[in-house]
């Protein structure tokens, strides 16, 4: 079997693997589409550390096979032919999955406390920290197979979700997040209320699932802030009010429109998926008095930003609340959900662009690109 292969930053190569047996506990995925994450742009640009600050911060082993957002079918059962997905339901050979992105040890401080999985100190990343050096080698999905790997959790597909959706799924979960706002917003004082106004900086994949989930629960004026006017203009389409291209407005200029919007108090939250440290003090400056700052986009670690502890923290009271990644629970609600909204968004859409493993390379600058939404990489192609 071919998976395309990160041997270095910046360097591909399309290699052969042997086709595994699983093991018990285990299963063999066969692919059938897979996204590229604004980490996978990250890795491939060298920005290489994830999970820093959390006490045992990772370096990216390479060679990798990149892709954590998969969709493909059940090849082979590992033991006795038996395994169930995360909401108990028996799988088959044949049915349609996606994989969850990590596996928690189920041992640490973290795991035994009951803290979302993205605390755990020991944790299996497919796609990310699991090398293809090591055998059986195919540990992500820009492969025509995937290993899953015990402790590992799969959940299927609904029959009415077409894959080109489902792809979308691990995204989707990572906007659990603003179920975790709802639950902050339990005083009246607290962000976020129905009808509250909200900004979403930086609305590629990421940011338009949330800017999607927020009108879900109940937003009031939604804004969207990117660079591109392509991404800007399908924000319009899945429920933005507002939108502003940071390319061609300054940060005084963005800062007054929001102001503008909410008789001079600023946004009652503001959701960070730009993925840049750039983009915090601005957050933090559109925010009200008491606002809510949801950080999501700056998962890799591109380096330092100032900020003022007195203007932009204890003078305005704000909270914040960062989001480390997606829920294993949020999986099935999120397609179920989004099955019930293809009627009102184009999600079929959503995938802008497919392309096969031996053109990895231009799938993850396309990725990069401004004309571009979800690109993925279809290993059977």
């Given at each position: 079997?071919?998976?395309?292969?990160?041997?270095?930053?910046?360097?591909?190569?399309?290699?052969?693997?042997?086709?595994?047996?699983?093991?018990?506990?285990?299963?063999?995925?066969?692919?059938?589409?897979?996204?590229?994450?604004?980490?996978?742009?990250?890795?491939?640009?060298?920005?290489?550390?994830?999970?820093?600050?959390?006490?045992?911060?990772?370096?990216?082993?390479?060679?990798?096979?990149?892709?954590?957002?998969?969709?493909?079918?059940?090849?082979?059962?590992?033991?006795?032919?038996?395994?169930?997905?995360?909401?108990?339901?028996?799988?088959?050979?044949?049915?349609?999955?996606?994989?969850?992105?990590?596996?928690?040890?189920?041992?640490?401080?973290?795991?035994?406390?009951?803290?979302?999985?993205?605390?755990?100190?020991?944790?299996?990343?497919?796609?990310?920290?699991?090398?293809?050096?090591?055998?059986?080698?195919?540990?992500?999905?820009?492969?025509?197979?995937?290993?899953?790997?015990?402790?590992?959790?799969?959940?299927?597909?609904?029959?009415?979700?077409?894959?080109?959706?489902?792809?979308?799924?691990?995204?989707?979960?990572?906007?659990?997040?603003?179920?975790?706002?709802?639950?902050?917003?339990?005083?009246?004082?607290?962000?976020?209320?129905?009808?509250?106004?909200?900004?979403?900086?930086?609305?590629?994949?990421?940011?338009?699932?949330?800017?999607?989930?927020?009108?879900?629960?109940?937003?009031?004026?939604?804004?969207?802030?990117?660079?591109?006017?392509?991404?800007?203009?399908?924000?319009?389409?899945?429920?933005?009010?507002?939108?502003?291209?940071?390319?061609?407005?300054?940060?005084?200029?963005?800062?007054?429109?929001v102001r503008n919007l909410t008789h001079g108090r600023g946004a009652d939250m503001v959701i960070e998926c730009a993925g840049v440290p750039q983009a915090i003090p601005e957050a933090l400056e559109m925010l009200r008095l008491g606002g809510l700052l949801l950080e999501?986009?700056?998962?890799?670690?591109?380096?330092?930003?100032?900020?003022?502890?007195?203007?932009?923290?204890?003078?305005?009271?704000?909270?914040?609340?960062?989001?480390?990644?997606?829920?294993?629970?949020?999986?099935?609600?999120?397609?179920?959900?989004?099955?019930?909204?293809?009627?009102?968004?184009?999600?079929?859409?959503?995938?802008?662009?497919?392309?096969?493993?031996?053109?990895?390379?231009?799938?993850?600058?396309?990725?990069?690109?401004?004309?571009?939404?979800?690109?993925?990489?279809?290993?059977?192609?």
């Amino acid at each position: 079997m071919l998976a395309a292969t990160l041997v270095e930053p910046g360097k591909y190569e399309l290699r052969e693997y042997p086709l595994p047996e699983p093991q018990p506990g285990c299963v063999v995925v066969k692919m059938e589409l897979s996204g590229i994450c604004g980490t996978d742009k990250h890795t491939y640009q060298g920005y290489t550390n994830q999970y820093a600050g959390t006490g045992k911060g990772k370096e990216i082993p390479f060679p990798i096979i990149q892709g954590h957002e998969n969709v493909g079918t059940v090849a082979a059962i590992g033991g006795n032919g038996k395994y169930n997905d995360f909401e108990g339901i028996p799988l088959r050979l044949g049915d349609r999955i996606v994989v969850g992105a990590n596996v928690a040890c189920r041992q640490c401080y973290y795991c035994t406390h009951d803290f979302p999985y993205y605390f755990c100190q020991n944790m299996t990343d497919y796609g990310n920290n699991l090398s293809a050096a090591d055998p059986p080698h195919i540990f992500g999905g820009w492969s025509q197979y995937i290993y899953i790997v015990p402790g590992s959790f799969l959940v299927r597909v609904p029959d009415d979700l077409p894959s080109e959706v489902a792809v979308l799924t691990e995204v989707m979960a990572v906007t659990v997040g603003l179920d975790r706002a709802k639950q902050m917003s339990a005083f009246p004082s607290e962000a976020f209320l129905f009808d509250d106004t909200v900004v979403v900086l930086g609305v590629g994949p990421l940011g338009m699932c949330f800017l999607m989930k927020a009108r879900m629960l109940g937003a009031g004026t939604i804004v969207a802030v990117d660079l591109s006017e392509y991404r800007l203009n399908f924000a319009k389409r899945l429920g933005a009010d507002h939108v502003i291209n940071a390319r061609t407005t300054s940060l005084a200029e963005r800062l007054e429109i929001v102001r503008n919007l909410t008789h001079g108090r600023g946004a009652d939250m503001v959701i960070e998926c730009a993925g840049v440290p750039q983009a915090i003090p601005e957050a933090l400056e559109m925010l009200r008095l008491g606002g809510l700052l949801l950080e999501a986009g700056n998962f890799s670690d591109l380096g330092e930003v100032a900020i003022s502890p007195h203007r932009h923290l204890c003078a305005k009271s704000v909270r914040i609340l960062g989001v480390g990644g997606e829920e294993p629970a949020g999986y099935g609600p999120s397609m179920r959900q989004m099955a019930r909204y293809m009627r009102h968004y184009p999600l079929r859409e959503f995938v802008s662009h497919r392309f096969p493993l031996r053109e990895v390379e231009k799938a993850v600058q396309k990725s990069i690109a401004p004309d571009s939404m979800k690109v993925v990489i279809e290993p059977w192609a």
